[in-house]
């Protein structure tokens, strides 16, 4: 049983009138990606999010927050669909990484989260990408190739996770530490990179006024980011900036 709060919770608490859709209409409807349509103040958004679910049963339901390939064309449908109405779109990232069952892989799950990333680059509507929790490899990124990328300060984003890049360059799962410290995957590490722009404090986490602070937050931004010009190219432009440096 975990009490910090899953996508689920912040959807309910921040949005108003949620309606969640169902399926991919290719092949089934993946529990672990929750999504459709709601209501942001005056505003009408798509809301997608990767859910963990909170007892045991639940999270088994959901895969941990795994989601297959069904999940990401669940969540592609919506953002076509949120482009179609010129609705903003927020999601909600919480995932160790996308399935990686033999069956995920079948019906193509690289395909899907490939995709995903090449259509959310070209999206003509205001994205915003909150990690909530965990942020791990591909599975994350087909959520968030967004215009802007928020953490909760105790989240994290990495390629991988730190006892699998240990595994991978010391053959040495105890090499852990030193994996995480070289991986730069905190939230406070990703905003000094570029790669977040806000680091959400978690003092009052899953309180009214944590999520009424959280729902202005994003009220604001995405108000901005309909003022913001091409979105596209800037959001092009974000991403090529990643991994510059000064020799």
């Known amino acids: 049983m975990t009490s910090r709060p899953t996508s689920a919770d912040y959807i309910y608490s921040i949005f108003t009138d949620f309606t969640e859709l169902h399926g991919d209409r290719r092949f089934g409807d993946d529990k672990a990606v929750i999504g459709g349509i709601a209501w942001l103040e005056d505003i009408p958004v798509t809301v997608i999010g990767i859910e963990k679910g909170h007892d045991t ?47 995920a892989e079948e019906r193509g799950q690289g395909a899907a989260i490939a995709e995903n990333l090449m259509e959310m680059s070209a999206l003509t ?88 602070s959280l729902r202005n937050d994003i009220v604001r931004e995405i108000r901005a980011l309909m003022e913001a010009g091409d979105l596209r190219e800037n959001r092009y432009m974000r991403f090529r900036s990643f991994g510059g440096y000064q020799s």
């Not at 990690?131 to 990495?158: F, K, Q, T």
């Open 125 to 212: 509507v205001p994205v915003i990408s909150i990690l909530i929790g965990e942020g791990g490899s591909g599975g994350a990124l087909a959520l968030a190739v967004s215009d802007r990328v928020w953490m909760l300060e105790n989240a994290v984003y990495s390629v991988i996770s730190p006892e699998g890049c240990a595994s991978i360059l010391w053959r040495d799962t105890a090499k852990a530490a030193e994996a995480a410290a070289a991986l730069c995957l905190t939230a406070q590490d990703a905003l000094s990179l570029g790669i977040a722009e806000k680091v959400i404090s978690e003092d009052r986490l899953g309180t009214d006024a944590f999520y009424t």
């Open 57 to 103: 049963a639940e999270r088994m339901e959901r895969s941990f927050g795994a989601p297959e390939p069904e999940g990401y064309r669940k969540a592609l449908r919506l953002m076509r669909q949120a482009e179609k109405f010129k609705r903003p779109v927020i999601t909600f990232v919480d995932t160790s990484g996308a399935y990686c069952g033999i069956e």
